[in-house]
Structure formats: structure tokens, C-alpha cells
């Protein structure tokens, strides 16, 4: 065992891991998707208590979906998540088992409740967010725990932690020069199985970019704490991407054309347009006449008794003021008819069109024809409402929000 060679590799990469404490962007902006979740202690990472010796301090900290994961290699990573709510940066502590959000090839990411209030800052139960991976704010040297076991020379395990970037291999030197490469398991720890090492050991702890830390480790003995010579250094090239959290809805404002509209079509009720509708069954794929223009497969329909309506709302706030200006649409109805109320839950005014039997299209000023609220997300919701005598039944067509560009 060289041991100038392990104090001036680990001092160098110490050094040069202290130059910059500020964390740097390690990818470009992607999309992905947020839930959150109350059993943050003890994730499958094995840093146990979040806030113990083993964890990253805080709460700010998320599960990766298995293809974030990455078989336990996601552990002690960071990513910046750009919500409607806000801005925060987490680690990967756990891994996200959910079937149907976390089993796909989607970017998901579960957080505690406070990643979620900070980012999201909303009741909702999912939302949209943009997310890159960065560098951790750690502080001190990257540091490794011999598992609470029976270990033994023969067998240990051990967790590396508290490493600035991604960690890509680690492998093991005995005292007499015998080196070994270990695998990374699914709970986050590295196994050496085989024979009997001569301690004390070097753990070489490679970063995904090349950098080399190493950690003196005297003894097998388990539930051990070690610290190594050095932290992982920031790559020399990084990304410098300025993200943004993604509109909840369909950007170009569309509310309903061949259906209600999803963002990155996900069909999920938190996600986009959704049916709110009082005392109405919506057909939303009507196909039985023709649509507004020759684009229409289908429209909308439903049967207004008085004093009920369809309702399209959204749970995700949509600060609309400087993106959009009105709200357009087409109607037609199964006779003439002046009763209906179009309208938005906390709007100052409302317009009442007269309906006849062909498609007439409508443009209403948001602010001056609707008095629409700052935010047409939860609790507002448009609403078509049958205010007159008897009922009626009425089709819609591509429903949208005029961009301010248009």
C-alpha cells in the first residue's frame, strides 16, 4: 500500500474540490414530473435518519423513479426542480415504487413534503416541473459507514457518502497491495465478498467524472464511520442552463380541441384540463355531428338542466395575465337559446351569447368581458351554465386562451 500516493491524490482532489463550494449544473433541463410522499426516514439509499450522521442534514430530499435511479447510483445525487411554486434543490435518498408513476421511462421524482411546498407550493397531489442535476452543497470530506452487520475480512459492506457529485466505482486495497473492484447494491451499499482482506484498507472512490478520493478504513469491525482525504471536485466543463418551470396547461392555450387538453399528453386529473362539471354527464367525444372546422374528430356535448353547466377547470395555478388576453370558442346548441351564462368562478362579469343550432364562434376579453380571476387554476373553473327556463343541450369546439402573441 502506497501511502504518499493515497495522502497526495486525496489532498489534490481536496484542494481542488474547495475552490468551488458553489453548486454547478451537471445536465441540461429536462421535463419531469413531481408527487410527494410522508415516509422520508430510512429510505433505500440507507442513510437512515435524514437528519442523522448518516443523512444530508435536511428535508429537501427526493425518491428516483428506476430509471433515475440507476440501480442505487442516483444515491447522494442532486437535482434543482423548477416548480410553479418555486425553485429547490434535493437529494436522491430513496427509490420512488409506485407503479404508474414511478415504472416508466418518464422522469419522476416523489419529495418529502417540504420539497414538495417549496417547489410545487400547492395541495395538489402531482405536478409538472422542469429539473436539471447539480452538484451538492456538502459540506467536509466525503465520508464512507461500515454496515451495523456481522462483518467480517472476508465479507463487509460499506455506504459512501456525503460526495459533492456522483460516485461512478469504488474499489479496495489491502495492506498487502491486493486491489478489488465492488459491486454497488440496490440498497446503496458495496460489498467485499471474498478473500479474507488484510486490514487496514484503501477505498478508492472514483467520481463519475474521473476524480479519485480516498478512505482509510483500519478495520472491518461494523457500524463504523470513516472519513476520507478529500471531496469530489465539480467537472471542468459544466452545463449552464437557466430552467424554468413549465405552464401547467397547453402553452398555446388550448382547452379543448379533440378533447380536453393534457400537457405532454399525460392523462392525469392534476394534470391540464379536466372535467368539473355540476350535475352534467359530458361527452367529450361526441362524434355524432360535425365539428367547428374540418381538424374536429369530435366535440363536446352535454345536456344543461337549469341551474347546472359544464365546468373545465384545473388544479395547477395558470397565471394567465401577459401570456393570454381572451377566451375563444365555438357553440352550437339543439335550439335557440339565451339562458346560458359563460363565466369563471371569482370573475367580476360574465356574457351571456345567443345560441342557435349552427357553430357561431366567440371571443371574450378576459379581463374587460370575464373579470377573470389572476389565476384560472383551482378554484376557478370556466363554466357554461344554463341560466334560463328549461333545458338545453349544447356543443362546443376547440375552446382555447388567445396568446398575447396572436
Known sequence: ???????????????????????????????????????????????????????????????????????????????????????????????????????????????????FNTTIGSSVGVAMTTVKKVSCDVSGNIKAYMKDAATTNSWFEFMVFNHRVGIASISVEDSKGTITSLPRRLYNYWTYNGNAASFPVIAHVYSIYGDQVDIYINSSKGAQLYEGVGQFA???????????????????????????????NYNHPNLGWSDWSNGV??????????????????????????????????????????????????????????????????????????????????????TKDLGAPASLGKPAALKFRNNGSGSVKIYLDKIRLTPASS
Open 281 to 366: 354527464t359530458v361527452n367529450w367525444a361526441d362524434s355524432s355531428t360535425a365539428g367547428a372546422d374540418s381538424t374536429s374528430k369530435v366535440v363536446a356535448s352535454g345536456t344543461l338542466a337549469y341551474n347546472t353547466g359544464i365546468q373545465i377547470g384545473t388544479d395547477l395555478p395558470v397565471q394567465w395575465s401577459g401570456k393570454f388576453t381572451a377566451l375563444e370558442f365555438y357553440i352550437k346548441a339543439d335550439k335557440a337559446f339565451t339562458g346560458l351564462v359563460i363565466e369563471y368562478n371569482g370573475g367580476s362579469t360574465s356574457q351571456t351569447p345567443s345560441l342557435t343550432t349552427t357553430w357561431t364562434k366567440y371571443t371574450y376579453d378576459l
Open 234 to 264: 465539480d467537472p471542468a466543463t459544466t452545463f449552464a442552463d437557466d430552467c424554468s418551470a413549465p405552464f401547467p396547461v397547453d402553452t398555446n392555450g388550448y382547452i379543448y380541441d379533440n378533447g380536453l387538453v393534457k400537457p405532454l
Open 1 to 115: 500500500m502506497k501511502m504518499k500516493n493515497f495522502l497526495s491524490r486525496s489532498l489534490l482532489v481536496l484542494l481542488v474540490g474547495l475552490i468551488g463550494v458553489k453548486s454547478a449544473d451537471l445536465s441540461d433541463c429536462f421535463s419531469s414530473r413531481s408527487t410527494w410522499y410522508e415516509a422520508i426516514q430510512h429510505g433505500n439509499c440507507g442513510y437512515e435518519q435524514l437528519t442523522g450522521k448518516l443523512g444530508p442534514g435536511n428535508l429537501m430530499i427526493a425518491a428516483a423513479a428506476t430509471a433515475l435511479y440507476n440501480g442505487s447510483f442516483a444515491c447522494g445525487e442532486c437535482y434543482e426542480i423548477y416548480g410553479p411554486g418555486g425553485t429547490g434543490k434535493v437529494m436522491i435518498v430513496d427509490q420512488c415504487p409506485d407503479p404508474g408513476w414511478c415504472d416508466t421511462p418518464f422522469p419522476h421524482l416523489d419529495l418529502s413534503p417540504t420539497a
